[in-house]
C-alpha cells in the first residue's frame, strides 16, 4: 500500500501491494530485480485492504515545532492529509481522485491547477510508485553509494511525467530508504529530500514509521504510531466547502 504525506509536498510512506511483473522499456534487468527485491521484503499484499490510515507526530526540530497528523488514503488514488500544528493551527490537503486541494491558516482554500495537480494524482496512487512499472520511462542502476548512514544501490528514475528522481534503496534489507527530486511548489522548483525509516509490520506488511523530508534547509519529521485499515468510506476525502467554492 501507499500512503502519502503532504505538508508541503508528498512523500512516500510505505509500499506493499502489486508485483512488479509489468514491462516497461527503459527499466534494466537490473533496476527491475532491486525493486522486486524490495517489494519482497515489504511482504505480501492484502487485497482485501482498500484504505490505509496513518496517524502520529509531525515536527520541524530546528524550529522547535511539533503537533499531530493523520494520513489517510485509498485505492486507487485518494489521499488526505491533516496536521494540527499549536501556534499555526489546521493544515489540510488532499486529492479525491480527481480534484488536488490545500487548505491553511495562512494561504487560505486553494484547488491545485497544472502541474500541482498532475504531481497529486501521480502521487496519490495507493499502490505506490514501484508496483506498476509502466509508471516509469526509466529505471537505471547508477551504482552504489552511501544514504543516510547505509550503503544503498543508487537508481536513477524518470516517471511517465517526466519527473526525474534519484532512488535509494537499503543494499542489505532491500528496502527503498529515500529519494531525492525536484518538485514544484507555489516557490518555483525546489529539491527534496526524502528519508524513509523504521520499518515495522503492520497489517501484516512492513510499513515505514519515520518519514524525514528535507527542502530549503527545513526539516520535516514525521512519526506514525498506528496504523489502521478499511476505516475510510464515502465521505473521508470530501472537499471542505471553502475548497468546494472554488470549483467553477
Known amino acids: 500500500m501507499h500512503t502519502l ?41 492484502n487485497p482485501s485492504v482498500t484504505s490505509m490510515r496513518a496517524t502520529g507526530t509531525l515536527a520541524m526540530p530546528a524550529q522547535g515545532i511539533s503537533g499531530t497528523v493523520e494520513v489517510i488514503s485509498a485505492r486507487p488514488n485518494k489521499a488526505l492529509l491533516k496536521a494540527q500544528i499549536p501556534g499555526i493551527g489546521a493544515l489540510e490537503s488532499g486529492f479525491d481522485g480527481e480534484h488536488g486541494w490545500s487548505l491553511d491558516p495562512i494561504m487560505g482554500p486553494a484547488l491545485l491547477e497544472g502541474t500541482a495537480l498532475d504531481q497529486a494524482k501521480f502521487d496519490a496512487a495507493f499502490d505506490g510508485p514501484f508496483h506498476d512499472l509502466s509508471r516509469f ?27 526525474k528522481s534519484t532512488e535509494y534503496f537499503d543494499v542489505e534489507t532491500g528496502l527503498h530508504v529515500g529519494s531525492v527530486s525536484t518538485r514544484d511548489t507555489p516557490m518555483g522548483p525546489v529539491e527534496v529530500t526524502g528519508i524513509i525509516r523504521d520499518y515495522r509490520d503492520a497489517g501484516g506488511s512492513l510499513q515505514a514509521h519515520e518519514l524525514v523530508q528535507q527542502m530549503m534547509g527545513v526539516e520535516q519529521v514525521m512519526k506514525i504510531e498506528r496504523f489502521e485499515f478499511n476505516v475510510a468510506n464515502a465521505d473521508t476525502f470530501a472537499m471542505p466547502p471553502a475548497v468546494k467554492a472554488l470549483i467553477k
Do not use: M, W, Y
Not at 512523500?11 to 527491475?32: C, K
Not at 520511462?137 to 551504482?143: E, H, P, T
Open 137 to 163: 520511462r526509466s529505471l537505471i542502476v547508477a551504482g552504489t553509494t552511501s544514504f543516510d548512514g547505509k550503503q544503498v544501490h543508487q537508481v536513477d528514475a524518470v516517471n511517465i511525467r517526466g519527473d
Open 5 to 45: 504525506l503532504r505538508f508541503a509536498v508528498l512523500v512516500a510512506i510505505a509500499a506493499t501491494g502489486l508485483s512488479a511483473q509489468e514491462q516497461s522499456a527503459g527499466v534494466t534487468p537490473e533496476a527491475r530485480a532491486i525493486i522486486e527485491r524490495h517489494l519482497e521484503a515489504l511482504g505480501p499484499d
